[in-house]
Nanobody
Framework: QVHLVESGGGSVQTGGSLRLSCAVS????????MSWFRQVPGKEREGVAR??????TYADSVKGRFTISQDNVKNTLDLNMDNLQPEDTAIYYC?????????????????WGQGTQVTVSS
């Protein structure tokens, strides 16, 4: 059974940094396709970063500021977020695909964590 648990969310001021981590069980991150999504209440969930067999993809809104990585020893998926802006405020979710397909189509991600809140104040 696949289980994803996010941690590391919190509150920071504009320009600050946070590192999110997703602890994964029942699924090997080293041979996987996983992503970070975020959602603001009342808006659709959006994909922000993806890693597939070491290849990374980012949404334009976070390029150059966010870095996705995986720790194959700890079996975690991480998201380092720098130069955070108020518009980055959202609930952040990690998600995993059972079969690797391109992009952030939510229906292709059967496994989701419960989310962690990130709040950026100006």
């Amino acid at each position: 059974q696949v289980h994803l648990v996010e941690s590391g969310g919190g509150s920071v001021q504009t320009g600050g940094s946070l590192r999110l981590s997703c602890a994964v069980s029942g699924y090997q991150v080293s041979v996987s396709c996983m992503s970070w999504f975020r959602q603001v209440p009342g808006k659709e969930r959006e994909g922000v970063a993806r890693i597939a067999y070491g290849t990374t993809t980012y949404a334009d809104s976070v390029k150059g500021r966010f870095t996705i990585s995986q720790d194959n020893v700890k079996n975690t998926l991480d998201l380092n977020m720098d130069n955070l802006q108020p518009e980055d405020t959202a609930i952040y979710y990690c998600a995993a695909q059972s079969q690797c397909t391109f992009g952030f189509l939510e229906s292709t991600y059967p496994y989701w964590g419960q989310g962690t809140q990130v709040t950026v104040s100006s």
